[in-house]
């Protein structure tokens, strides 16, 4: 058992990191969607969910602001410094500081949470029907507990990452998703009464999943001789260091989730169900943008943090324009695939479909291009240890997002909502690499713009054979209910689109195919071994 753990804990290269956190994240997407559908099944597209959904918003913004994923892009490079420098005591310090300071912090906000649970749901959501925000605030309460878990959980993330392990990391969201999934199908119906609704099972589920996530991540400690101490070592200067990069990055974090409770809030004066809509809209974007931007990304980060920390410039840029190209190779394709395949992929989740979500779906589609984008673009000023421009960038583009949001409401209802945010997901990227580009230099060099031109050009082939297959050879009829009704069709439209892709792409020697193309002709000629008897 502990050869295995130490092999699963071993450091890993970029691109090993990449496919480790790529399968992960796939896994935790296809629970993910499992998890949805689920929902969706049990308790529709109404007030139930709607509530269910309205309750994470607390919980998940007061996390955003003091942990989330601030801590990772701050910590891993002040821990990446002393490592280079042999110094694992300090290290410990810091990563034992910051897990007592943010326990701390986020016990008491737990605790205010359960405590005026109800009040806070009707300030988020004071155009739901008066039984929604009764669900909701009870279900705040159980849900409360995540701050803590998982502020507790990221630094331990946080700590792995730094040593470039990342096996046990990837299966945090997995676990997570796991113990929603229990709640759902175990939990609900056992203590689903009159008094007692079902979706209390679901809820928790979530904090079942929470713990979970923890213990996983606490096991993949194991070798690296952290040592504990219940001490906050405020003299320690890159504890410090860390405290100061944070509140930037945190906020920036916040303010970015202020976003998704401003649209809530919208949408809770719309007709009841718009939440569920629109949430189930926003999860299908997401599967792309977590298992393209956010995976390479992340595995990326400890990199380019390093390259930063080095001072070499010239090497830094290069490794940026390295990610934003095979970014745009894989999120290009994704994005147009999602939008001529949305009628299945909402069939998927949603029985005989709904054209409400598929209409949001669509205007979220190009915004997967950007907000992969942007996970790159905004890590870049990370690894500089600048928090504080991504932030300036964050206000500007949430104040756009609101008033966008409350205009395209009232002229196109909850469709508005994806609307505005793929406008500021263009905008934010754009800013972003203005402002990189004057700092490092251009990141899009006349290759990557030559490269871009092939991809779209090599998407346009792609799109084409997507539609033939989606329009004429397999459309979408009455009768495709259910997955053993749609997956057949859908893997085999998937298979064929992206292997058209890789042709253009080979075809137009687009660099970031040949890595896909000679793996598949070194498999496809790989001799057979025969063993004689």
């Given at each position: 058992?502990?050869?295995?753990?130490?092999?699963?804990?071993?450091?890993?290269?970029?691109?090993?990191?990449?496919?480790?956190l790529?399968?992960?994240?796939?896994?935790?997407?296809?629970?993910?969607?499992?998890?949805?559908?689920?929902?969706?099944?049990?308790?529709?597209?109404?007030?139930?969910?709607?509530?269910?959904?309205?309750?994470?918003?607390?919980?998940?913004?007061?996390?955003?602001?003091?942990?989330?994923?601030?801590?990772?892009?701050?910590?891993?490079?002040?821990?990446?410094?002393?490592?280079?420098?042999?110094?694992?005591?300090?290290?410990?310090?810091?990563?034992?500081?910051?897990?007592?300071?943010?326990?701390?912090?986020?016990?008491?906000?737990?605790?205010?949470?359960?405590?005026?649970?109800?009040?806070?749901?009707?300030?988020?959501?004071?155009?739901?029907?008066?039984?929604?925000?009764?669900?909701?605030?009870?279900?705040?309460?159980?849900?409360?507990?995540?701050?803590?878990?998982?502020?507790?959980?990221?630094?331990?993330?946080?700590?792995?990452?730094?040593?470039?392990?990342?096996?046990f990391?990837?299966?945090?969201?997995?676990?997570?998703?796991?113990?929603?999934?229990?709640?759902?199908?175990?939990?609900?119906?056992?203590?689903?009464?009159?008094?007692?609704?079902?979706?209390?099972?679901?809820?928790?589920?979530?904090?079942?999943?929470?713990?979970?996530?923890?213990?996983?991540?606490?096991?993949?400690?194991a070798?690296?001789?952290?040592?504990?101490?219940?001490?906050?070592?405020?003299?320690?200067?890159?504890?410090?260091?860390?405290?100061?990069?944070?509140?930037?990055?945190?906020?920036?974090?916040?303010?970015?989730?202020?976003?998704?409770?401003?649209?809530?809030?919208?949408?809770?004066?719309?007709?009841?169900?718009?939440?569920?809509?629109?949430?189930?809209?926003?999860?299908?974007?997401?599967?792309?943008?977590?298992?393209?931007?956010?995976?390479?990304?992340?595995?990326?980060?400890?990199?380019?943090?390093?390259?930063?920390?080095?001072?070499?410039?010239?090497?830094?840029?290069?490794?940026?324009?390295?990610?934003?190209?095979?970014?745009?190779?894989?999120?290009?394709?994704?994005?147009?695939?999602?939008?001529?395949?949305?009628?299945?992929?909402v069939r998927?989740?949603?029985g005989?479909?709904n054209?409400?979500?598929?209409?949001?779906?669509?205007?979220?589609?190009?915004?997967?291009?950007?907000?992969?984008?942007?996970q790159?673009?905004?890590?870049?000023?990370?690894?500089?240890?600048?928090?504080?421009?991504?932030l300036?960038?964050?206000?500007?583009?949430?104040?756009?997002?609101?008033?966008?949001?409350?205009?395209?409401?009232?002229?196109?209802?909850?469709?508005?909502?994806?609307?505005?945010?793929?406008?500021?997901?263009?905008?934010?990227?754009?800013?972003?690499?203005?402002?990189?580009?004057?700092?490092?230099?251009?990141?899009?060099?006349?290759?990557?713009?030559?490269?871009?031109?092939?991809?779209?050009?090599?998407?346009?082939?792609?799109?084409?054979?997507?539609?033939?297959?989606?329009?004429?050879?397999?459309?979408?009829?009455?009768?495709?209910?259910?997955?053993?009704?749609?997956?057949p069709?859908?893997?085999?439209?998937?298979?064929?689109?992206?292997a058209?892709?890789?042709?253009?792409?080979?075809?137009?020697k687009?660099?970031?195919?040949?890595?896909?193309v000679?793996?598949?002709?070194?498999?496809?000629?790989?001799?057979?071994?025969?063993?004689?008897?």
């Amino acid at each position: 058992m502990k050869n295995i753990i130490s092999r699963a804990n071993s450091s890993l290269t970029v691109g090993k990191a990449a496919w480790i956190l790529s399968g992960s994240f796939a896994v935790s997407a296809v629970l993910g969607l499992l998890r949805e559908k689920l929902l969706i099944a049990k308790f529709g597209l109404g007030p139930t969910l709607d509530a269910y959904i309205i309750a994470f918003s607390i919980p998940d913004f007061m996390f955003y602001l003091l942990v989330s994923g601030a801590l990772s892009v701050t910590l891993i490079p002040v821990l990446s410094q002393r490592l280079q420098t042999g110094n694992k005591e300090s290290a410990w310090q810091i990563s034992a500081s910051l897990m007592n300071l943010f326990a701390i912090g986020t016990a008491i906000t737990s605790i205010v949470i359960f405590i005026f649970a109800p009040p806070l749901v009707k300030l988020i959501a004071a155009g739901s029907p008066k039984e929604v925000q009764d669900t909701a605030a009870n279900l705040m309460r159980i849900i409360a507990v995540n701050p803590f878990l998982f502020s507790i959980s990221s630094v331990l993330a946080s700590m792995q990452q730094a040593f470039g392990r990342f096996f046990f990391n990837s299966l945090a969201p997995v676990v997570y998703n796991i113990g929603i999934i229990t709640g759902i199908v175990w939990f609900a119906p056992a203590i689903g009464t009159q008094d007692n609704p079902a979706i209390v099972g679901v809820a928790l589920g979530v904090g079942l999943g929470a713990i979970l996530q923890l213990i996983i991540q606490t096991i993949g400690l194991a070798g690296l001789g952290f040592k504990y101490d219940r001490k906050i070592f405020w003299r320690n200067r890159g504890f410090r260091k860390v405290l100061k990069l944070l509140p930037a990055r945190s906020l920036d974090q916040s303010i970015d989730y202020l976003n998704s409770i401003v649209e809530r809030f919208l949408a809770s004066f719309l007709v009841v169900g718009s939440i569920a809509a629109y949430n189930t809209a926003y999860v299908l974007r997401s599967v792309p943008i977590t298992l393209i931007g956010v995976a390479i990304s992340t595995a990326a980060f400890p990199k380019i943090s390093a390259r930063a920390a080095s001072k070499r410039t010239d090497l830094f840029r290069k490794d940026i324009e390295s990610v934003f190209n095979v970014l745009l190779w894989l999120s290009i394709p994704a994005a147009a695939i999602a939008f001529f395949m949305r009628g299945y992929l909402v069939r998927f989740l949603v029985g005989q479909g709904n054209t409400l979500i598929v209409s949001i779906l669509g205007w979220f589609t190009l915004s997967i291009i950007f907000r992969a984008l942007f996970q790159a673009a905004t890590r870049a000023f990370y690894a500089q240890q600048d928090t504080s421009t991504p932030l300036k960038i964050s206000v500007y583009s949430i104040l756009l997002n609101i008033g966008l949001a409350v205009v395209f409401v009232n002229l196109y209802d909850v469709v508005g909502l994806a609307m505005a945010q793929t406008a500021v997901a263009i905008f934010e990227v754009l800013f972003l690499v203005i402002v990189l580009t004057k700092r490092i230099g251009t990141v899009f060099t006349k290759e990557s713009f030559i490269s871009t031109s092939k991809m779209l050009v090599a998407v346009f082939g792609m799109s084409v054979v997507n539609y033939v297959f989606v329009r004429y050879i397999f459309p979408l009829k009455a009768g495709d209910v259910g997955f053993f009704a749609l997956a057949p069709k859908f893997g085999v439209i998937v298979v064929v689109t992206l292997a058209s892709y890789v042709f253009f792409s080979h075809l137009l020697k687009i660099k970031e195919s040949q890595p896909v193309v000679k793996g598949f002709l070194k498999l496809l000629y790989k001799p057979l071994k025969i063993h004689q008897p």
